[in-house]
């Protein structure tokens, strides 16, 4: 088949309105980091397995390798780069990711935080279990999800204004 | 990793869906929730000309209690599922098995309607429908029909959907009031497709089975019901020797690739301790 027509689409990416020019077939995740620029999130596996592009789409965290640009026309989206705080500080999320060593190559590390944004939406105080299985979709090669887990606690903590414990190992 | 080029189409009824399926002929695919469909795109094992999206059509996400029935719209995701306080009162097999589908991404993007449709016998959900005793609703240029599960499913990726048609909803009996409940998957990891898995829903009686039926994921070509497992424990206290009679009878049914998941004999093995694990924790939790 011949190229196929280009579709004008438009959404809103971090409170901003955007729009573009794309293929059918491009990529939510190739809009994101090609056109708009926004290269935090990142491409690993692209065959929905890894969860390193994870987005925020409508309030459901999604892999934007699995979905074309065209199925977001009209979406409201956060990706890492609107994660921050207003005033450009780390949000509790990006401080627990800190404070607790939550990453080591950083991988996986955008993907993780939009996806524990969504979990703490949802569930503001979340189990070990509850947050395992609720990152169950995310990999990472390097911390063993220790870390990720304990920075998500204290995220969870610091929202609920409660004191953040550390397990014992 | 890119698809092969595509035009899009959007419509916004189940009628202007099937009309553009009928005018774009085989070289149109509907598309659901994408998470079968986009990634077998970009192995380029499939290369639709079209994708016409249903994800415009509003009346095709719903979850509703139609008497002694529950119906569920094609394009409810599995999170959706998985959020419904009727699902969990009326169907718990239902919630359990959403859980255990992919991982939390894919569950919400994911479509009931995409899982059982395509066909594929990886997917959780066909074996569950055949437990169930579940019928579907096709939509097509003739006017809707309804099929039951178990005449729907006729190879790998093989159905009775006719060019044209779309499967707009899923309509499952209400089981019993204290029936018992189980699907007992096993897999590799999180998000993994079943190496093998089995779904129980079952009444007790007086300690006995009284009514049992018996879906299989992932042994075969496609889902399979398990009939003449499902009679040897009926009738029975679910003792060590009917339950093995069930599960050499479930055995006998099963016919598995080999795959990264193991080769069939392992997994028809497997196969095996999923049924006889699910009758178990049916029974235990049936009143």
Do not use: W
């Not at chain 2, 409810?76 to 009162?89: N, P, R, W």
């Not at chain 2, 093989?158 to 029936?179: D, K, M, N, R, Y």
């Amino acid at each position: 088949m011949a190229q196929a027509k280009k579709t004008q689409i438009s959404m809103t990416v971090n409170g901003q309105p955007v729009e573009g020019l794309v293929e059918p077939r491009t990529l939510l995740i190739h809009f994101i980091r090609e056109n708009l620029q926004l290269t935090g999130s990142h491409i690993g596996c692209e065959t929905t397995h890894c969860g390193a592009c994870t987005i925020d789409m409508d309030g459901m965290s999604v892999k934007s390798c699995t979905v074309f640009a065209v199925q977001a026309e009209g979406a409201e989206i956060t990706t890492i780069e609107g994660i921050a705080n207003p005033d450009g500080t780390l949000s509790v999320l990006q401080e627990g990711f800190r404070q607790m060593h939550g990453l080591q190559c950083g991988f996986c590390t955008p993907g993780m935080i939009t996806r524990a944004h969504r979990l703490l939406q949802e569930n503001p105080n979340p189990s070990e279990e509850e947050i395992r299985f609720g990152i169950a979709g995310n990999l990472c090669r390097c911390t063993g999800y220790q870390n990720i887990v304990k920075a998500i606690q204290y995220a969870a903590a610091k929202i609920n204004g409660t004191e953040f414990k550390e397990a014992a190992e | 990793m890119i698809p092969g080029p595509f035009t899009y189409h959007r419509p916004e009824s189940v009628a202007d869906a099937v009309k553009l399926l009928i005018e774009l002929g085989d070289e149109a695919r509907p598309l659901a929730g994408g998470h079968s469909l986009i990634p077998m795109m970009k192995l380029r094992l499939a290369t639709p000309d079209h994708l016409v999206d249903l994800a415009g059509i509003g009346d095709l996400k719903r979850i509703v209690r139609d008497g002694d029935r529950i119906v569920i719209g094609a394009m409810t995701t599995q999170h959706e599922l998985l959020a419904s306080e009727t699902i969990a009162s009326c169907l718990p097999i239902l919630h359990e098995t959403a859980l255990l589908i992919a991982d939390p991404q894919v569950r919400y993007r994911g479509t009931v309607g995409g899982n059982v449709a395509n066909g594929d016998p990886g997917n959780d959900m066909p074996g569950l429908m055949l437990t169930l005793g579940a019928d579907y609703t096709l939509e097509g240029p003739n006017g809707n029909r309804t099929i039951a599960a178990h005449e729907f499913y006729q190879g790998a990726y093989f159905t009775a959907i006719e060019p044209g048609e779309i499967l707009t909803s899923v309509s499952i009996p209400v089981p019993p009031a204290g029936h018992g409940h189980a699907y007992e998957k096993l897999k590799r990891k999180i998000g993994d497709y079943a190496t093998a898995a089995a779904a129980v829903v079952l009444t007790m009686a007086g300690g006995k089975v009284a009514t049992c039926s018996i879906g299989l994921t992932n042994l075969s070509e496609t889902a399979l019901l398990a009939e003449d497992a499902a009679a040897a424990v009926i009738g029975t206290t679910l003792d060590d020797a009917s339950l093995k009679k069930a599960t050499e009878a479930a055995r006998a049914i099963m016919n598995p690739a080999g795959d990264g998941r193991g080769p069939p004999e392992y997994r028809k093995h497997v196969g095996g301790i999923m049924v006889e694990r699910a009758l178990r924790r049916a029974a235990a939790v049936a009143r």
